[in-house]
């Protein structure tokens, strides 16, 4: 079970964390993964992390503004968001990969995460 939470609304410009609580499987098993969908859109991968937080990959709509880690000794993930956006308004969710390592080639592929989040909303509006 994967339990995302940390969103809200923030004004562009602002911050959020989102955190996402992981229990039920092997948490330092598998990389893991931020997707967010926006109204009307389809499912965007945004950022991961392999296994032991060594490696971390971006999509480059957020490069240089969100940064993944997680917290193994806690079965936790997280997502900071720095210099938050309109367009960065989305339901984000966490969800885990089929593999310890990330691979670019499949990874922001919906269809290799087995294990979803509930998601979490960010509004980012002044």
């Known amino acids: 079970q994967l339990q995302a939470s940390g969103g809200g609304l923030v004004q562009p410009g602002g911050s959020l964390r989102l955190s996402c609580a992981a229990s039920g499987f092997t948490f330092d098993d598998y990389a893991m993964s931020w997707f967010r969908q926006a109204p009307g859109k389809g499912r965007e991968w945004v950022s991961a992390?392999?296994?032991?937080?060594?490696?971390?990959y971006y999509a480059e709509s957020v490069k240089g503004r969100f940064t993944i880690s997680r917290d193994n000794s806690k079965h936790t993930l997280y997502l900071q968001m720095n210099s938050l956006r309109s367009e960065d308004t989305a339901v984000y969710y966490c969800?885990?990969?089929?593999?310890?390592?990330?691979?670019?080639?499949?990874?922001?592929?919906?269809?290799?995460?087995?294990?979803w989040g509930q998601g979490t909303q960010v509004t980012v509006s002044s």
């Open positions: 992390v392999n296994w032991n937080g060594d490696r971390t």
């Open positions: 969800a885990r990969y089929s593999l310890p390592i990330f691979y670019t080639e499949d990874g922001p592929a919906t269809g290799v995460y087995p294990y």
